[in-house]
Structures are given as structure tokens and as C-alpha cells.
């Protein structure tokens, strides 16, 4: 490969002295690294103003109570709530209830990633597609899933899958959305880049516009889940399917029995299960951005 | 004149690219913009050439001709079946790969096998003096050295003539400095043939055979100066600066004429 001259010393040594330079400036250029700080003090600063938050509304409901606004049968306090919670997490129905309901938002989240991502990528891909059902797939995602019910208990009548119907309608358009973005706003650079290279049809897709499109990608999918999530409670609530003693059903069931501390501790535990989802999508994105370096600092 | 008379005896030769009275517009009717004028070029192998000029004299437009991005208007554009790649000021490595998995994309694209595209890749590395960075990511390397994984990236196409985009364009001068002298060692070490585009006078003398100064909208060649000092070079060398002095006079008076 590399033709035989002569070296002479002299330029063996300038050789030597031009890949010190640059070493050199290397090292410069990306200076010391700084260390993290240890894991218990991050943890600790990430977790004092949620847990001063929650303190305050606790506090705040409990004045509430002690204001005698309601009479205690009909708001509890915090106290009672959280005893009635405590006793109601030991109980094997409850996490029967919760299976059911984490199924449903399971299945029904994964098929909206589908459906969504094969509609995504062909809006994306053709121009007349996007034309016809772009501006659709936006106004399906600021729709209110409950209004679908009806249309999807005469659908598929009270069962599994007018629920599925609903949770899918809801959670797609946001994935869809997302991907379509993604696609869309693939840096210039990037794509001339790929041009020099060569890349065409599949091997684009492949190498380029999907992994480019990824935190968009991302975020549609923490949308769509949060979407899923909600038509999936008014679903549980309102598509009683026999059998299937869900979250939302034995919510009813406490309200058909006046029973406020049990009704205020499912509202609580769909609240939990809601924000732990979401920790798991901030995990990705933030492990995200950090390999791509698009964090701050 | 000698120097065509020359030009035309390595055209024969070994020309890599040749460009024959190339214009290109953009838009029709009384939108049109000609961008380059009747171009007449050619680059030989083993060749750097640095093509000069002030801000719209097309040189990024005529780069993007021969990597083949955009359609000549006129005129005749031969590279003889040949490979190019193109480098930006800007690196655009993908983040979602490491330093190694970026200079292997190309191979990767070509089909060669994981075991043997690795090897290479490592090589390229060690070329552009970064070994022992692969597994980095993009974003925790500098500019300079962003700058030259896509070189290395350029290299594992392993392309006939490599076009370089104001390469060093965004970069401090010190970096800039130490890049030019990486710059001319790769090229001699590996025998690449350059066209390189730069609005940097004084650079295009201290990288180039040959200085091509191209008048401004339209693009046409005005001057093509060959430049014979001893390499390696320095850019502050009394025989640079002389000519640079001599080139960016050449400039001014170009760019004067368009005050009216």
C-alpha cells in the first residue's frame, strides 16, 4: 500500500515531534475529567423536593379534613387512607386486580407501538399518505378517548377488546407523531453524510433515518403510553367485563359500597404505577442523551 | 503558457477528474442564479488542489458536482467511473456509534465482514493518530479530533479523490495548524489525490500543488497558481506568506469588482 521511499532520520524524527503535537493537544483539548458525585448524594438531591411535594399536599389534605369541609366518611384522611392501603397491598385480590390491569396496559401499549410505527414510517415515506392522514393522526391525539366507548362497546360489545380498541385509538397517533417528527427532522449534515456513503433505500433506513430518529421515537412512545394509560383507566371504569376484577372495577365496587378511603387508595396506586412507568422512560431517555452527549455541561 | 501546456500533458496522463467548461444554475426564468461559469479543472492523481475564492464563488457547489450530491447544467464532468468522498466543515459522525463503529459504516455498507472491517478501522485510527479512542463516543472528543475520525471515515471508503469542504473551517488555529501537517503527512503517506475548497488564503498555500482562485457569482477559474515551495511546509513561512500576499491581492481585486 505504502510505496517504499527512503526515510531519513531527520524526518522520522519531525514525524515524532508532529505526533507529540498533536497528543498533546489531545490531551488539552479534552481536559480533566470531572468526578461524579457519590450515588447516595445524587439520589438524595433528586429525591428531597419530591418528597417535600408530597409532604405539602399531605398536609394540606389533612387540613382539609380537619376543617371538617366533609364529614369523615366521605373524605377520610391521610392517616386512615394509608392504613386502609396498607392493609389492602397485603391482600392476594389486590394484585390479582393489579395483573389484570397491567396486562391490558401492556398488550394494548405494545400493539399501539406497532400499529403506530408501521402508520409513522409509511406517512413518513409517502408524500400523498401524509397529505391524506397526517393532520388525522393529529387531531386522533388530541381526541378524548372516552368518547370512543360507545362506538366501541357497539363494536366489539362489553369485552376485551372494546377495550383494546380504545387503549390502541389513544396510545398510536402519539407514536405515529413521534416517529414522523423523528424522520422529519434528521439533521441535514446527517443526511448529506449518508448520501456521500452511498446509502439508499433499506440501508438509509437502517443505518440513518431509524437510529436518528430515536429520541423523537422515544418521547412519542412516552406519550403514547401515558395516553394508553389514561383511556385504559375510563376503559376499566366504564367496559365492565365480567371476570376481570381489574383496577377500575374494584374502584366501582368501593364507590358502589361508599367506601371513600378505598376509592382515594386505587387513585393513589394508579398514580404510583403511572409515575414508576414514567421513571422507566426518563431512564431511557436520559441514557439516551447521555450517549448521544446532547446532556448539558 | 507553460503551465496549461503542463496541465495538459498530466490531463493525458492521469487525470482523476476532469471538468470541461461546467456550469451549473439553480432555478429558471428570471430566478436564475448561474452559479458556475464554463469551469475548465483538472485534478491529477496524487494531486492536492485547493480551490479559493470569496464568499459565492461556488467552490462548495462545484464539490457537491463531482461527489456527485447535484446535476451539472453544462458542460462535461468526468471522474471515469471513479470513487469520491466528501468531508464537511462540520465531522456529522453518528452518535449512536462509537469511534470505531463510525469509520467502519462505510465498510459496513460495502458488505465487508465484521472481523476484517475492524482490523481496518483500527488502522485508520492509528492513521489519523487516534488509536485507543474507538470506543469513545463522538461527543467526548474535541473538534480537531472529531475532524479526524471523519477523516478516517473518509479513508475507509477508500475512495480515489477525496473533496474536502472547508475541513478545518470551524476549528481554532492552533488546531488548525497541527491538522495541516497531519493533513499533508496522511496525504503523502497514504498517496490520496485532494481537491480541497477553503476561503482561507494562506491555508490554500500551505496545503496545496496547485491554487485554484475562482472569481465570484459566477464561479469561473481566474487563476491557477502552482506552488513549488519545499514541503513539509510551514503556514507561517516567508515563501507562504509571500504568495499568499501575492494571491489575496489577486482576491481583493476580485472581490472590489463587485462594489458596483
Given at each position: 500500500?505504502?510505496?517504499?521511499?527512503?526515510?531519513?532520520?531527520?524526518?522520522?524524527?519531525?514525524?515524532?515531534?508532529?505526533?507529540?503535537?498533536?497528543?498533546?493537544?489531545?490531551?488539552?483539548?479534552?481536559?480533566?475529567?470531572?468526578?461524579?458525585?457519590?450515588?447516595?448524594?445524587?439520589?438524595?438531591?433528586?429525591?428531597?423536593?419530591?418528597?417535600?411535594?408530597?409532604?405539602?399536599?399531605?398536609?394540606?389534605?389533612?387540613?382539609?379534613?380537619?376543617?371538617?369541609?366533609?364529614?369523615?366518611?366521605?373524605?377520610?384522611?391521610?392517616?386512615?387512607?394509608?392504613?386502609?392501603?396498607?392493609?389492602?397491598?397485603?391482600?392476594?385480590?389486590?394484585?390479582?386486580?393489579?395483573?389484570?390491569?397491567?396486562?391490558?396496559?401492556?398488550?394494548?401499549?405494545?400493539?399501539?407501538?406497532?400499529?403506530?410505527?408501521?402508520?409513522?414510517?409509511?406517512?413518513?415515506?409517502?408524500?400523498?399518505?401524509?397529505?391524506?392522514?397526517?393532520?388525522?393522526?393529529?387531531?386522533?391525539?388530541?381526541?378524548?378517548?372516552?368518547?370512543?366507548?360507545?362506538?366501541?362497546?357497539?363494536?366489539?360489545?362489553?369485552?376485551?377488546?372494546?377495550?383494546?380498541?380504545?387503549?390502541?385509538?389513544?396510545?398510536?397517533?402519539?407514536?405515529?407523531?413521534?416517529?414522523?417528527?423523528?424522520?422529519?427532522?434528521?439533521?441535514?449534515?446527517?443526511?448529506?453524510?449518508?448520501?456521500?456513503?452511498?446509502?439508499?433505500?433499506?440501508?438509509?433506513?437502517?443505518?440513518?433515518?431509524?437510529?436518528?430518529?430515536?429520541?423523537?421515537?422515544?418521547?412519542?412512545?412516552?406519550?403514547?403510553?401515558?395516553?394508553?394509560?389514561?383511556?385504559?383507566?375510563?376503559?376499566?371504569?366504564?367496559?365492565?367485563?365480567?371476570?376481570?376484577?381489574?383496577?377500575?372495577?374494584?374502584?366501582?365496587?368501593?364507590?358502589?359500597?361508599?367506601?371513600?378511603?378505598?376509592?382515594?387508595?386505587?387513585?393513589?396506586?394508579?398514580?404510583?404505577?403511572?409515575?414508576?412507568?414514567?421513571?422507566?422512560?426518563?431512564?431511557?431517555?436520559?441514557?439516551?442523551?447521555?450517549?448521544?452527549?446532547?446532556?448539558?455541561? | 503558457?507553460?503551465?496549461?501546456?503542463?496541465?495538459?500533458?498530466?490531463?493525458?496522463?492521469?487525470?482523476?477528474?476532469?471538468?470541461?467548461?461546467?456550469?451549473?444554475?439553480?432555478?429558471?426564468?428570471?430566478?436564475?442564479?448561474?452559479?458556475?461559469?464554463?469551469?475548465?479543472?483538472?485534478?491529477?492523481?496524487?494531486?492536492?488542489?485547493?480551490l479559493l475564492g470569496a464568499s459565492g464563488c461556488g467552490k462548495?457547489?462545484l464539490?457537491?458536482?463531482?461527489?456527485?450530491?447535484?446535476?451539472?447544467?453544462?458542460?462535461?464532468?468526468?471522474?471515469?467511473?471513479?470513487?469520491?468522498?466528501?468531508?464537511?466543515?462540520?465531522?456529522?459522525?453518528?452518535?449512536?456509534?462509537?469511534?470505531?463503529?463510525?469509520?467502519?459504516?462505510?465498510?459496513?455498507?460495502?458488505?465487508?465482514?465484521?472481523?476484517?472491517?475492524?482490523?481496518?478501522?483500527?488502522?485508520?485510527?492509528?492513521?489519523?493518530?487516534?488509536?485507543?479512542?474507538?470506543?469513545?463516543?463522538?461527543?467526548?472528543?474535541?473538534?480537531?479530533?472529531?475532524?479526524?475520525?471523519?477523516?478516517?471515515?473518509?479513508?475507509?471508503?477508500?475512495?480515489?479523490?477525496?473533496?474536502?469542504?472547508?475541513?478545518?473551517?470551524?476549528?481554532?488555529?492552533?488546531?488548525?495548524?497541527?491538522?495541516?501537517?497531519?493533513?499533508?503527512?496522511?496525504?503523502?503517506?497514504?498517496?490520496?489525490?485532494?481537491?480541497?475548497v477553503t476561503h482561507?488564503?494562506?491555508?490554500?498555500?500551505?496545503?496545496?500543488?496547485?491554487?485554484v482562485l475562482l472569481s465570484s457569482?459566477?464561479g469561473?477559474?481566474i487563476?491557477?497558481?502552482?506552488?513549488?515551495?519545499?514541503?513539509?511546509?510551514?503556514?507561517?513561512?516567508?515563501?507562504?506568506?509571500?504568495?499568499?500576499?501575492?494571491?489575496?491581492?489577486?482576491l481583493?481585486?476580485e472581490?472590489?469588482?463587485?462594489?458596483?
Open positions: 500500500m505504502q510505496a517504499e521511499v527512503p526515510v531519513q532520520d531527520n524526518r522520522t524524527a519531525s514525524d515524532a515531534a508532529a505526533a507529540d503535537r498533536i497528543t498533546g493537544l489531545d490531551a488539552l483539548e479534552l481536559g480533566p475529567r470531572r468526578s461524579k458525585a457519590a450515588l447516595g448524594g445524587r439520589i438524595w438531591r433528586s429525591a428531597w423536593p419530591k418528597l417535600l411535594a408530597i409532604a405539602i399536599v399531605i398536609l394540606a389534605w389533612q387540613i382539609v379534613v380537619w376543617a371538617q369541609w366533609k364529614p369523615e366518611y366521605v373524605l377520610p384522611g391521610p392517616a386512615t387512607v394509608f392504613g386502609d392501603l396498607g392493609t389492602l397491598i397485603t391482600t392476594g385480590d389486590f394484585w390479582d386486580g393489579v395483573r389484570v390491569t397491567m396486562i391490558r396496559a401492556l398488550t394494548g401499549f405494545a400493539l399501539a407501538v406497532l400499529i403506530g410505527t408501521v402508520v409513522g414510517a409509511a406517512v413518513s415515506r409517502f408524500a400523498p399518505l401524509r397529505a391524506a392522514i397526517g393532520s388525522l393522526i393529529t387531531g386522533l391525539q388530541t381526541m378524548p378517548s372516552i368518547m370512543w366507548f360507545p362506538l366501541a362497546i357497539l363494536l366489539f360489545q362489553i369485552s376485551e377488546s372494546a377495550i383494546m380498541f380504545v387503549v390502541i385509538i389513544g396510545a398510536a397517533p402519539s407514536v405515529a407523531n413521534g416517529l414522523i417528527s423523528g424522520i422529519d427532522y434528521v439533521p441535514r449534515t446527517w443526511l448529506r453524510v449518508g448520501q456521500v456513503l452511498g446509502m439508499k433505500g433499506f440501508a438509509k433506513y437502517r443505518h440513518l433515518i431509524l437510529p436518528a430518529s430515536l429520541p423523537s421515537f422515544i418521547s412519542g412512545l412516552k406519550q403514547g403510553w401515558a395516553f394508553s394509560w389514561r383511556s385504559l383507566m375510563a376503559g376499566e371504569l366504564l367496559v365492565i367485563v365480567p371476570g376481570a376484577l381489574s383496577i377500575g372495577v374494584r374502584m366501582q365496587q368501593a364507590r358502589d359500597l361508599s367506601e371513600s378511603s378505598l376509592v382515594i387508595s386505587f387513585i393513589i396506586v394508579v398514580l404510583v404505577i403511572g409515575i414508576l412507568i414514567d421513571v422507566l422512560f426518563n431512564a431511557a431517555d436520559n441514557a439516551l442523551r447521555r450517549r448521544w452527549g446532547l446532556t448539558g455541561s | 503558457m507553460s503551465i496549461l501546456q503542463a496541465t495538459e500533458t498530466r490531463t493525458e496522463r492521469d487525470a482523476v477528474v476532469r471538468l470541461d467548461s461546467v456550469s451549473k444554475q439553480y432555478g429558471s426564468g428570471s430566478n436564475t442564479l448561474l452559479a458556475l461559469d464554463r469551469v475548465s479543472l483538472t485534478v491529477a492523481k496524487g494531486e492536492f488542489v485547493c462548495s457547489t464539490l457537491s458536482l463531482v461527489a456527485g450530491l447535484d446535476q451539472i447544467s453544462g458542460g462535461t464532468l468526468d471522474i471515469g467511473g471513479r470513487h469520491v468522498s466528501l468531508m464537511f466543515q462540520e465531522a456529522a459522525l453518528f452518535p449512536w456509534l462509537s469511534v470505531l463503529g463510525n469509520v467502519e459504516l462505510p465498510m459496513r455498507l460495502r458488505g465487508i465482514g465484521r472481523a476484517e472491517r475492524r482490523q481496518r478501522a483500527e488502522e485508520l485510527l492509528e492513521v489519523v493518530r487516534l488509536e485507543g479512542f474507538g470506543h469513545k463516543r463522538p461527543h467526548e472528543l474535541s473538534g480537531g479530533m472529531r475532524q479526524r475520525v471523519a477523516l478516517a471515515r473518509s479513508l475507509a471508503q477508500n475512495a480515489d479523490v477525496l473533496l474536502m469542504d472547508e475541513p478545518f473551517g470551524a476549528l481554532d488555529a492552533m488546531t488548525r495548524d497541527i491538522l495541516h501537517d497531519e493533513l499533508e503527512r496522511i496525504w503523502r503517506e497514504q498517496e490520496l489525490t485532494v481537491l480541497f482561507n488564503v494562506r491555508e490554500a498555500v500551505r496545503l496545496g500543488d496547485r491554487v457569482r459566477p469561473r477559474v487563476e491557477d497558481y502552482p506552488i513549488t515551495h519545499e514541503r513539509p511546509r510551514r503556514i507561517d513561512s516567508p515563501e507562504v506568506s509571500g504568495q499568499a500576499a501575492e494571491i489575496t491581492d489577486r481583493r481585486a472581490v472590489a469588482r463587485h462594489a458596483s
